[in-house]
């Protein structure tokens, strides 16, 4: 599964990649295959990251998470 997430959010982006998700850099125009996305709650806005070619997928606020917590809502909710 491959999972989009915000610069600035590296200590998520590590335990992602412990847990075998293939981690890309969150880039609006490259979201093609991606399951979900991270984001810091001001980035979903301007980004426009929900709607890409169509394909919807869940964008995950970290905003007051934990990285388990992160983790759990990415597990819970990345398109399979």
């Known amino acids: 599964m491959r999972i989009a997430v915000e610069d600035g ?3 998520i982006r ?3 990649q412990a847990e075998v998700y ?3 850099k969150l880039s609006p125009g490259r979201m093609e295959g991606v399951s979900a996305a991270v984001v810091t709650g001001l980035s979903n ?5 929900h709607d890409t070619n ?3 997928f869940p964008v995950i606020d970290a ?3 934990t990285v388990d917590e992160v983790i759990r809502q990415v597990k819970e909710r990345a398109l399979h």
């Open 14 to 16: 590590e335990a992602l």
């Open 9 to 11: 959010l590296s200590h």
């Open 63 to 65: 905003t007051g998470m």
């Open 22 to 24: 293939v981690v890309t």
């Open 54 to 56: 169509g394909n919807r």
């Open 45 to 49: 806005n301007f980004m426009g990251i």
